[in-house]
């Protein structure tokens, strides 16, 4: 597991689309991704990659409408594999399906392989350099899109064929789309304890904890003041972060609490909504 992605660092846990066919998205998340189902009702299906963790709910409001654009919401959660060869294999695999990719990057830190699933939900998966290899400048990584070494990947990931997602695979980051970037920076960073990373312009931030290259990013690249979604639109439903202990979670809530941000209680969960309308559960 990667130390990125357990205490005392804040990550993400979990992700929580609405679909607009749970078969079709079932099928999709199933067999072309490789999740496990761990619970499935007639709407609503829970998924894992070692039959035991929930990492992705899908599930079909019933007056679900089509995925809306220029909005915020989700541009993309990404599928963090063990290593290398695992992401050689799944590009293999894709490409034994045809299924359709939209394009793959070296990111310096990473290399990632870029999708989307029916409803055009985005999906990244991806694999991270060691970090001790990470260029750091002035308190930020130095990250690229750089053409991906397809031909290498797929060389490295020849011999057992892509079956299912590894057991170690997560939630390894979140990129959302934001209205804008100031009360957003405020939000996460003053209120949820995470620090800023990279940033691309006055576009784009990259947050994260414990010198992660990043657990969120945040772009505006949707359009300055973007509407949030639909309630019943397809899309992001919420995002789950996983907090150290119950005293780190407190002291978020009431840093939030401080700077106008109020959380409620769903089924015993806790709720936030961040300025531009992204709701994010908090767990510990």
């Known amino acids: 597991m990667s130390s990125f992605h357990r205490k005392p660092n804040i990550f993400v846990g979990q992700v929580f689309l609405k679909v607009e066919d749970i078969n079709r998205s079932l099928s999709f998340y199933n067999n072309v991704i490789g999740f496990k189902i761990l619970e499935q009702t007639e709407r609503k299906a829970i998924l894992s990659a070692d039959g035991n963790t929930p990492l992705l709910t899908i599930e079909q409001p019933e007056n679900v409408i089509p995925k809306q654009k220029r909005t915020t919401g989700l541009y993309h959660f990404a599928i963090l ?46 694999v991270d350099r060691p970090s001790s290899n990470w260029n750091w400048e002035n308190g930020e990584v130095l990250m690229a899109t750089n053409p991906l070494d397809a031909d290498s990947l797929l060389e490295e990931g020849k011999g057992a064929p892509w079956e299912a997602l590894p057991v170690e695979t997560m939630i390894g980051h979140i990129h959302l789309h934001v209205a804008e970037l100031n009360k957003i920076k405020e939000f996460y960073c003053l209120g949820l304890g995470f620090n800023v ?88």
């Open 81 to 126: 594999l063990p290593n290398r060869t695992d992401l050689g294999k799944v590009l293999n695999h894709f490409l034994k399906l045809g299924y359709p990719l939209q394009g793959g990057s070296d990111h310096l830190v990473s290399e990632a392989l870029y999708l989307a699933d029916p409803d055009g939900n985005g999906i990244e998966i991806y």
């Open 197 to 284: 990373v990279s940033k691309y312009g006055n576009q784009a931030l990259f947050i994260s904890t414990g010198g992660y290259h990043h657990h969120i990013g945040l772009n505006t690249w949707n359009g300055t003041g973007a509407p949030k979604p639909a309630k019943y639109s397809v899309g992001l439903e919420r995002f789950s972060l996983v907090f150290p202990n119950n005293e780190a979670r407190t002291k978020a809530v009431n840093d939030l609490s401080n700077l106008g941000y109020m959380s409620t209680s769903i089924d015993g969960d806790i709720i936030v909504e961040d300025p531009s309308g992204n709701l994010i559960q908090l767990e510990i």
